[in-house]
């Protein structure tokens, strides 16, 4: 299943951009006749038909669309205080799309190292996971925003804050409701402060606890990820 990222698809007949046409014809050597499918991260699938194999102007004919493709039947956020290595965030971001995540948020905290973000550099990354992954949606991405004005935005019966503070006992299965929205919010290394702790708390946000070890933040985030698909799984078959 050869799979190209078409966010501008509007009409039956499509023009890949020159990268995606030179790896379309000359990495997997496909020609005039030969079948793609196209998403355009918004859940829909669309089967095309290679009409001109141009090695910069690649033409498709779009013979048939399936919508909702991999729709999730709950909605994932994680919101998660940026790492200082960006690597590290990386890997978080492209292996909660490989995984399902519907919104990811990156928070600037008191403790926290990174204060700066190249969204453009991670959205590329959730491209490249969700084609290989072969997921429909492409999850939203925000820019970082202070914790303080992310948490005046959040559902508070929907958000939850992982922290190390021992009033942390209950897991996010204790809190777990089938088909609904969750939102996790993930600390920096140093974790969230007492004042950001508390803020939260003032807000209605619940604390929960992602087990006995310590994890670093970015293993933490993909916890919380991992946790809520286990949890539908359980709970929520398909």
Request: proline share 5%; charged share 25%.
């Amino acid at each position: 299943m050869h799979l190209f990222y078409t966010p501008d698809l509007n009409s039956e007949i499509y023009t890949l951009p020159e990268e995606e046409s030179k790896h379309c014809t000359r990495v997997l050597r496909l020609q005039q006749g030969d079948t793609v499918y196209l998403i355009d991260g918004k859940g829909s699938l669309f089967t095309a038909i290679i009409q001109d194999s141009h090695v910069k102007r690649c033409q498709l004919q779009v013979i048939d669309r399936q919508i909702e493709y991999g729709k999730l039947p709950y909605y994932v956020h994680i919101a998660v205080a940026p790492t200082k290595n960006i690597d590290r965030m990386e890997w978080f971001v492209e292996k909660a799309v490989e995984i399902g995540v519907s919104e990811i948020s990156f928070l600037l905290c008191e403790h926290s190292e990174r204060r700066e973000l190249r969204l453009d550099r991670l959205e590329k990354i959730a491209v490249s996971a969700m084609k290989q992954s072969k997921k429909g949606y492409l999850p939203l991405l925000h820019e970082m925003v202070p914790f303080q004005r992310f948490v005046q935005t959040c559902i508070p019966k929907d958000t939850f804050i992982a922290h190390l503070e021992e009033d942390a006992m209950k897991s996010i299965k204790d809190y777990y409701k089938p088909g609904l929205q969750h939102c996790i919010l993930i600390g920096p290394e140093g974790d969230f402060s007492e004042k950001e702790i508390a803020t939260a708390y003032k807000a209605g946000i619940r604390p929960v606890t992602l087990g006995q070890s310590r994890l670093r933040t970015e293993t933490a985030a993909l916890v919380a990820c991992h946790t809520l698909h286990v949890l539908h799984d359980i709970y929520a078959p398909l």
